[in-house]
């Protein structure tokens, strides 16, 4: 596709419940990469995976935190049993290789209410 | 730990101003530090940069590492009310070899008419 391209643009979920996030990558980007940014905070690393493997999870902030990209391309983030810390921008990124510049998705808002 | 620090945290200018940008880093392999723009959700990228000394320039924009010293500035000259933005620096290590990326906070720019 033309950029990265991540859906939903905006999610509010009730304390306690699931969630899926998704993320498009760039067509033949290897790198994906998810952040999560709060207000008035710059992103942080929650995991990176390359084509199908998940190399390095060690952002993810609990184990309700789970993410996949079973076939090395659209990736989903899943957050089990929300919480109101967990609302936050959940930026995805992508790059053709490691250590090329990635180009960031437009990112979705989580409300946890 | 790895980070990195920007200041100021927000700054307001008048159109027509110059203003200067500030990433301060620890890191312990440094592999590059990029420059980011980020209206709305999505950062665009800006600059990378690796080596001491080497001013790169786009338009209004320009930017220069010292690894030295561990910093880096951001110039833009003659402001436009369009250069209003978070501005985030990011470091990328050289360990991990995947091009994970450690935020600052940020600097809000708001150029007024």
């Known amino acids: 596709g033309a950029g990265v391209s991540q859906s939903p643009r905006y999610k509010v979920a009730k304390r306690g419940q699931d969630v899926a996030l998704r993320c498009d990558p760039i067509?033949?980007?290897?790198?994906l990469f998810w952040y999560q940014q709060a207000l008035g905070q710059g992103p942080e690393f929650l995991t990176y995976?390359?084509?199908?493997?998940?190399?390095?999870k060690s952002g993810l902030p609990s184990d309700r935190f789970f993410a996949e990209r079973p076939e090395g391309s659209v990736s989903t983030l899943k957050i089990q049993r929300t919480q109101q810390e967990d609302s936050a921008v959940y930026l995805c990124?992508?790059?053709?290789?490691?250590?090329?510049?990635?180009?960031f998705g437009q990112g979705t808002r989580l409300t946890v209410v | 730990e790895d980070k990195v620090v920007q200041s100021p945290l927000s700054l307001v200018v008048h159109e027509g101003d110059t203003v200067t940008l500030n990433c301060s880093y620890e890191?312990?392999?440094?592999?590059?530090l990029l420059w980011y723009k980020q209206e709305k959700k999505a950062p665009t990228f800006l600059f990378m940069l690796?080596?001491?000394?080497i001013e790169k320039k786009s338009g209004r924009l320009s930017s220069i590492l010292d690894k030295k010293e561990l910093f880096s500035i951001l110039n833009i000259t003659a402001t436009q009310t369009g250069d209003s933005a978070v501005y985030l620096c990011?470091?990328?290590?050289?360990?991990?070899?995947?091009?994970?990326?450690?935020f600052g906070q940020g600097t809000t720019l708001q150029v007024k008419p």
């Open positions: 990124a992508s790059s053709l290789a490691p250590n090329t510049e990635a180009f």
């Open positions: 067509s033949g980007h290897v790198s």
């Open positions: 995976f390359q084509n199908e493997a998940q190399l390095d």
């Open positions: 890191v312990t392999n440094f592999r590059s």
């Open positions: 690796t080596s001491s000394g």
């Open positions: 990011a470091v990328e290590p050289s360990s991990g070899n995947t091009g994970k990326l450690i």
